[in-house]
């Protein structure tokens, strides 16, 4: 009997000893350093969107760091600017996710999802958040998505409103989901909704830095008779701004205040909080609150779009009658009185 006492006291003590290794180990993991990198499908200098993103990844690091001195909490960063040939970025990010020395990857960009999620089954440790794109269902994916159908659709009213010809039109650097499905058709509703009888034309670069191609573009669609063109299309928007100012036709901008690049041509500009949402997701990561196989869609009334109106510009260019039907559509959208039609 004694025997199988002290056997028991045996047994039970290695498992005990076993648990607390175990645990050990597990706390040790936890607390390793975190290891992100952003992938930024692009460059970042001259382009608001990514330079948003990375400074608000960076924000929320430096931050976080500040408040953890001990050196095995820091979180390391690590920035890979994948360029503007986009038949390069799979295989770039590819490669981030092969290293395996990143816990996460943030990017941002609506084509992210589909390259991502094929890498979630090769790398299965990998995971990623993508702003400004929308996916479910991967539990290694987590996206916040921008309510484009309220930016597009209020570019779109204004549009046809200033539009004196009732023509307008969208120059996208290339065709994805989301262009297809919500910016083109949403802008083009909202200019028909402004003003019965307004059509909208749809014109595609092939790049995004292509200006050339974006003057020809804008050229020959002003010679159809369109006067209000909201360009989504990177670096060749600066081809688009040559020649809407040699056209004098006007311009309608997303996700950046845009007054400043062409004054007098260009009559709104609908932003987006990018950095504010880049600094909160990696924020959320690193303090394990990520909601993972989802997508949060943030709009007007979350504060992460912003309809500009104070802006000296956007008054001297827009007239008041103008001016005030469009504060008072946002106003609506805002309050919930009014919603952004479905298609």
């Known amino acids: ?11 039970t003590s290695i498992f005990i000893l076993t648990v607390s290794a175990l645990s050990s180990c597990s706390k040790k993991a936890d607390n390793k350093p975190h290891s992100i990198a952003l992938f930024v499908p692009g460059i970042i200098q001259d382009s608001p969107t990514y330079e948003h993103l990375t400074a608000g990844t960076m924000k929320a690091i430096d931050d976080y760091n ?8 820091k979180v390391k960063l690590y920035i890979m600017e994948a ?3 986009q038949a390069e970025w799979a295989t770039k990010l590819t490669s981030l ?28 440790n990998q995971k990623f958040i993508l702003l400004d794109a929308s996916f479910t269902g991967n539990q290694n994916i987590a996206c916040v998505s921008y309510n484009q159908k309220e930016q597009t659709y209020l570019s779109g009213y204004i549009s046809g409103l200033m539009s004196k010809t009732h023509k307008v039109a969208v120059i996208a650097a290339q065709e994805y989901p989301v262009m297809n499905n919500i910016l083109y058709p949403y802008y083009a509703r909202g200019a028909a909704d402004a003003v019965e009888g307004t059509t909208c034309e749809f014109r595609i670069v092939g790049n995004w830095y292509d200006a050339s191609k974006g003057a020809e573009i804008t050229d020959a669609l002003c ?47 609908c932003t987006t909080k990018q950095e504010v949402a880049a600094e909160e997701a990696v924020l959320d990561y690193i303090t394990g609150k990520t909601q993972w196989g989802k997508t949060k869609v943030v709009g007007l009334q979350d504060g992460y779009i912003e309809f500009i109106q104070k802006d000296l510009l956007y008054e001297s260019t827009v007239p008041e009658p103008i001016r005030k039907e469009v504060a008072a559509l946002v106003s609506s959208l805002m309050d919930g009185s009014v919603k952004v039609p479905e298609l």
């Open 1 to 11: 009997m004694k025997k199988i006492f002290f056997k028991y006291i045996a047994l």
């Open 97 to 124: 996710a092969a290293s395996g020395k990143y816990d996460l990857i943030i990017s941002s960009n609506p084509s992210l999802p589909e390259l991502a999620a094929p890498l979630t089954k090769q790398f299965p």
């Open 66 to 73: 500040q408040k953890n001195q001990d050196p095995e909490k």
């Open 223 to 269: 010679a159809q008779g369109v006067d209000v063109i909201m360009p989504i299309c990177g670096g060749a928007s600066q081809g688009v701004i040559t020649s809407a100012r040699e056209h004098g036709i006007f311009l309608s901008y997303i996700d950046e205040n845009s007054f400043a690049k062409a004054p007098g041509t260009v009559i709104s500009s």
């Open 83 to 85: 360029g503007t040939n």
